[in-house]
């Protein structure tokens, strides 16, 4: 795997010990496909990404400065790749409670795309239910440094077991997202994605294609949803900057054909407006 990083503009891979990102995931991130040159939903990942610092109270560093050092990185890079942008609230001393006017740190890294199969999209992927129960939380949306109940999801299982993903329930049972995606259903020809209010990452690709189905006429709703109406959906699809959209072919007993009609024409619309979503660096 080839990493070229920068850290607050310059080229390193390390930080301080005394980062709190590092002692206390006090810190937010963005993950984003690169499409040739074009960073996919730009706008979209900024404006989460400026909000979880808001939510957090340390300083965005703006739009302007993050496009200079995703330029000054990428370089002649051509190839399909994937950023990923961390902010953390930076060096402080021993102890929780932060200080005011610490200045964060920037990590910005570059990592080469992931190897999706076709299959994926074109055959669906495997999904299973995770022991691993998501906590409510005030932090509920944000995409935090936080990850210890996602790291202990993926460990229940192996890839060689032909799972891809892996859903992630609350503690009263309510399907919340998967590991590392978040999740539709079809039913009725209603799309059905989870409520986030209290638990759950809101992903930027989640909040992109319930636009574009409602631009297209698409019925969308957000709800509680249970194991079971998961299993009696019409069609289940799971979502996220990186790998668009993986339609489900199975869930523990349950087949479907997929991809399902709607969610195949989620996959042909997503695939018009990335093209032209946002920057070319």
Known sequence: MTVQSLINGKVGDQVSIFDRGLLYGDGVFETMAMLGRRLALWHEH??????????????????????????????????????????????????????????????????????????????????????????????????????????????????????????MLNHDNHVIEGTMTNVFIVKNEVLITPDLTHAGVAGVMRRYLMDIAQNHNIEIRESHLSLADVKNADEVFVTNSVIGIWPV???????????????????????IHRKTSGIVV
């Open 46 to 167: 900024m404006q989460r990404l400026q909000s979880a610092c808001e939510v957090l109270g340390f300083s965005f560093p703006g739009k302007l400065l993050l496009e200079k050092e995703i330029r000054q990185l990428i370089g002649s890079h051509e190839q399909g790749a994937t950023l990923k942008i961390t902010l953390t609230r930076g060096v402080g001393e021993r102890g929780y409670r932060p200080v005011r006017g610490n200045t964060p740190t920037r990590i910005i890294s570059i990592h080469d795309g992931p190897d999706l199969p076709k299959n994926y999209i074109e055959n669906g992927i495997r999904l299973r239910c995770c022991d691993m129960r998501l906590a409510t939380s005030k932090l509920a949306g944000l995409k935090h440094l936080n990850r210890l109940e996602q790291v202990l999801a993926q460990a229940e299982w192996q890839p060689e077991q032909g799972i891809q993903e892996g859903l």
């Open 249 to 271: 072919r199975q869930f523990d007993d349950v087949l479907w054909p997929a991809p399902g009609d709607i969610t195949k024409r989620l996959v042909s619309l997503l695939d």
